[in-house]
């Protein structure tokens, strides 16, 4: 992990939002990332209570994702450089809109308890977290659209119960894609799992 601040951030779920999909964006400068997903129970969100899972993506290209881990899980990738405008972060968790960020897309699918499930982005080169997941409950899947900058990422995912997101309380997933491309994608951890990558993809 990296131990900057963060960007963006979400999460805790509520529980009522079990089984659905949450989704949003954020617009990054190019660079080095690391994206952390989190469950308190320790279980992430594959899949013994649900398939559960999240992704994240730049335009049509999976990034990074997955849903079985444990407490949490932690993955860097980079965000390429660009000229094109994209949109601000949905949730206004993150910084503004403008030139130089690729939109990356992370889809999650929950388990049973969405509440369990957290997630971060982190620069690399900076330690700043950059996205984070907000509050998650009632919810099956979801998509959280983000805005990076060329460079290298860590993103992470954690489970508050330990047991990841597959396959103990469902079939929970993640996938983290870029302009099509699937970076990452997994459920089945513990407490948490992390992987860095790189933008482009």
């Not at 971060?120 to 977290?129: A, M």
């Amino acid at each position: 992990g990296g131990g900057g601040d963060a960007l963006a951030a979400g999460g805790p779920y509520p529980e009522d939002r079990a089984g659905a999909t949450v989704g949003g964006s954020v617009c990054l400068e190019p660079g080095a990332y690391e994206f952390r997903i989190f469950d308190d129970y320790g279980d992430g969100i594959c899949c013994d209570w649900g398939e559960g899972s999240y992704s994240l993506s730049f335009g049509e290209t999976v990034v990074l994702g997955g849903g079985a881990f444990g407490l949490e899980e932690t993955t860097a990738f980079s965000a390429p450089d660009t000229q094109q405008p994209q949109p601000t972060a949905v949730d206004g968790s993150g910084p503004g809109g403008g030139a130089g960020c690729l939109p990356v897309a992370l889809e999650l699918t929950f388990d049973q308890y969405p509440a369990d499930v957290s997630w971060d982005v982190t620069r690399l080169d900076s330690g700043l977290v950059v996205s984070e997941s907000p509050p998650y409950a009632n919810l099956t899947a979801t998509v959280e659209e983000l805005c990076l900058p060329e460079g290298g990422y860590s993103f992470r995912i954690a489970d508050d119960y330990g047991d990841g997101m597959c396959c103990a309380w469902g079939e929970g997933s993640y996938t983290l894609t870029s302009g099509g491309s699937v970076i990452m994608s997994g459920g089945e951890f513990g407490l948490e799992e992390s992987s860095e990558f790189s933008l482009p993809v």
